[in-house]
């Protein structure tokens, strides 16, 4: 398998199901590639998972955590990427019934956050916070309501 019409007719592992790394944007990567869940065999694996069914030929293709595939391309283990995949960051938010001032004072709260050690528990990854807008989502929403067409006959 060289690019994504190649798995036409293979089986393939997505994460599990509600993700939307694992489940929603790989099914619009797939969708706008012409494929159909009914050109595939579909499995559910949690990411984790993938790279050793792949690897053991259980399952031709899947999605994975980019971490997870950097560690064994360090490896040398030969793995082919058909299409990264990007995922805006995770928002914050609150209910919109909020008095103003608490609305405020957790914005100041999180945004005051600037010790590493402080952010750890709340995301590994996690070094600040910044502002969003609704926007800043427009491509991830267009790519879920792609996804809706993968499941399509």
Known sequence: ITNLAGIKGRSFT???PGSTLGWYLPRAVL???GLRAGDLTPTNLPLSQTIRVVRRQQV???????DDLVKLGQAGLPLRVLKPLSCPGYPWIVSSKLETNVVAALREAFLSLCDESILMPIDVDLTGFSPILPSDYDELER????????DAP
């Open 14 to 16: 997505f994460g599990e």
């Open 31 to 33: 969708a706008e590639a």
């Open 60 to 66: 031709q293709a899947g999605v994975v955590l980019w």
């Open 143 to 150: 790519q879920l309501e792609t996804a809706k067409t993968f």
